[in-house]
């Protein structure tokens, strides 16, 4: 249908709207009308739509945000909250000094089982015939092949070879496979601390007394050597149970503080925890040399006996020592829960094997379940392929 309007119709419309609406009017009206057609476009680009896509899932939500954002009422009651959780910490507190109380209780009944293992070791005492029967894998499939041709050609070239040398005494170097075999131990034994430690008779732990403060003491028992006159060496932990004022809510149960080691009494020149170095000094003035001879620590398994001590006067240690620290008391730790209740383990190396085969499990569980975090992953890039995989949690060490 035709317009009714002409050409010059319209313009005189126009003008006659124009006359009645300021300038600057009719320009925000034009400017606001273009950037609306400019957003409609930019927002129909797909490429446009992800980049904003992603800034926005960028945008970080933590627990903190979302907390100061609740109402004043609702603040005040998870105040409240804390202050029972505080009072949860100081019951667990208490849990674990009674737990400290029994750990004392039944290693009284360990240590005549330790003691016997120990005149076995030294070969104080001979095992007795029902004592020393242990069937192993091997004999029972032995057994069940009906092999005992096998075993009595064995039996055979063990007693010529019996005849022929003297059983030894005990087990020999029983305490010192035990440093070779652990990795956390021979890292610290230096060649020249070898011979010392061959003469390694026993290691007990030792509980603080009912109504002590929590600590517990290593005691290394060695025979008459060349090396120091020391029978036995201690190490002492000083353990707290208790949460921290500063911050109670990080209180997972006893942790180790402090240790005091104990003096050796080293023979003349046997001391393996310095050297002699020599060093040659000018003098200034008249220019002559002269050779001067001094000494230095140097690294040694028995400086584990001089530990160095957690601060006391207020004054923070650097990186490095609380690093020598922390690992200090990780080995104490591991002689205590570990090493003494398992040695016979330890020397056969079956319970290192159940320790690699338990991290082995770990990290297939945790690669498994990477590959399920990966899958979902998949999932949600099917929806939005901009979202970022979440990043492992920190855990924290005591």
């Known amino acids: 249908m035709p317009s009714l309007l002409g050409d010059r119709d319209i313009q005189m419309a126009d003008n006659s709207f124009s006359d009645g609406v300021p300038s600057d009017s009719l320009e925000a009206a034009k400017n606001a009308s273009n950037t609306e057609k400019l957003t409609d476009q930019v927002m129909q680009n797909p490429q446009v739509l992800a980049a904003l896509q992603e800034r926005l899932d960028n945008v970080s939500h933590t627990p903190s945000s979302y907390i100061e954002t609740l109402p004043k009422a609702v603040k005040r009651r998870i105040n409240a909250l804390k202050q029972l959780q505080v009072k949860c910490a100081h019951i667990e507190a208490k849990f674990y000094e009674e737990v400290h109380d029994l750990e004392r209780k039944y290693a009284a009944l360990y240590q005549p089982l330790f003691d016997k293992r120990r005149e076995f070791i030294t070969g104080d005492v001979e095992p007795t015939d029902a004592e020393s029967e242990w069937h192993s894998e091997t004999e029972e499939e032995d057994k069940l092949a009906g092999d005992m041709k096998n075993k009595a050609v064995i039996a055979e070239k063990e007693a010529a070879a019996a005849a022929e040398e003297p059983a030894p005494r005990g087990?020999?170097?029983?305490?010192?496979?035990?440093?070779?075999?652990?990795?956390?131990?021979?890292?610290?034994?230096?060649?020249?601390?070898?011979?010392i430690l061959k003469h390694l008779q026993d290691i007990k732990v030792k509980f603080s007394d009912p109504g002590q403060p929590m600590s517990f003491v290593l005691e290394f028992h060695f025979e008459p050597n060349d090396y120091f006159t020391n029978s036995v060496l201690t190490k002492t932990y000083k353990m707290k149970s208790e949460p921290d004022k500063a911050d109670p809510f990080s209180f997972?149960?006893?942790?180790?503080?402090?240790?005091?080691?104990?003096?050796?009494?080293?023979?003349?020149g046997k001391n393996v925890t310095v050297k002699t170095i020599k060093?040659?000094?000018?003098?200034?003035?008249?220019?002559?040399?002269?050779?001067?001879?001094?000494?230095?620590?140097?690294?040694?398994f028995f400086n584990f006996f001089s530990p160095l001590r957690a601060s006391g006067d207020g004054e923070s240690l650097d990186e490095d020592s609380e690093f020598t620290l922390a690992s200090d008391?990780?080995?104490?730790?591991?002689?205590?829960?570990?090493?003494?209740?398992?040695?016979?383990l330890y020397f056969t190396g079956e319970a290192i094997e159940d320790d690699d085969n338990f991290e082995e499990g770990e990290e297939g569980e945790?690669?498994?379940?990477?590959?399920?975090?990966?899958?979902?992953?998949?999932?949600?890039?099917?929806?939005?392929?901009?979202?970022e995989p979440s990043q492992p949690s920190e855990c924290k060490q005591q």
């Not at 008391?329 to 016979?344: D, K, L, Q, S, Y």
């Not at 945790?366 to 979202?387: M, Q, S, T, V």
């Open 252 to 268: 997972e149960g006893p942790e180790i503080v402090d240790c005091d080691g104990c003096t050796i009494d080293w023979k003349k």
């Open 329 to 344: 008391f990780e080995i104490g730790h591991f002689f205590r829960e570990r090493i003494v209740p398992r040695a016979v």
């Open 279 to 300: 060093k040659k000094q000018k003098h200034k003035g008249r220019g002559t040399v002269r050779t001067i001879t001094k000494q230095v620590p140097n690294d040694s």
């Open 366 to 387: 945790e690669e498994e379940l990477e590959g399920d975090e990966e899958a979902e992953d998949d999932d949600d890039a099917e929806i939005n392929p901009k979202k």
């Open 171 to 195: 087990i020999p170097e029983f305490w010192f496979t035990i440093f070779r075999n652990v990795d956390m131990l021979s890292e610290l034994v230096q060649e020249y601390d070898e011979p």
